[in-house]
Each structure stands twice: as structure tokens, then as C-alpha cells.
């Protein structure tokens, strides 16, 4: 299986086309996809949460550490 970690920042905006482009570009694969919100001030999270319903590969977690790097790191662990 294939995992794709994705950090995301305020980013509701663009967030439903990240979801898009990996549902249509990876149909073929056995994926998952980890969106690790990384301490949104927009509705991002909330926005993320409730895509993830329709996506079932897809898988959203909240960063309790501040930065890119503790994001990637809570994707990895």
C-alpha cells in the first residue's frame, strides 16, 4: 500500500482539489491518504473532516506540535 502524507495550513480554500487530484490520479492503486492539519486558523480541519466521509482512502488527524515537522512525523507514527 502505497501512503501519501499531506501537511496542511489554512488551506480550505484549495483543500477539495488535493482530495480530487488523488482520487482521480490514483485509481488504480492501493492508497491512502493522510491529511495531517498542522494548526489551520481557517475552517480547514472542519472542511477536511467532513471530505473525508466521501473518501474512504483518505484519513485526517489534527497536529498537537507545531511546524512541517512534527506534522510529517504524526503522519509517520
Do not use: Q
Not at 491518504?33 to 484519513?59: A, E, H, P, Q, W
Amino acid at each position: 500500500m502505497l501512503t501519501i502524507i499531506v501537511p496542511v495550513r489554512d488551506e480550505s480554500k484549495t483543500i477539495e482539489g488535493v482530495f480530487d487530484y488523488f482520487n482521480n490520479n490514483l485509481k488504480n492503486i492501493n492508497y491512502e491518504v493522510l491529511i495531517i492539519n498542522d494548526f489551520s486558523k481557517d475552517d480547514t480541519l472542519v472542511k477536511t473532516k467532513s471530505l473525508v466521509i466521501d473518501y474512504k482512502n483518505f484519513k485526517v488527524f489534527d497536529n498537537d506540535k507545531k511546524g512541517l515537522g512534527g506534522a510529517i512525523n504524526l503522519g509517520i507514527t
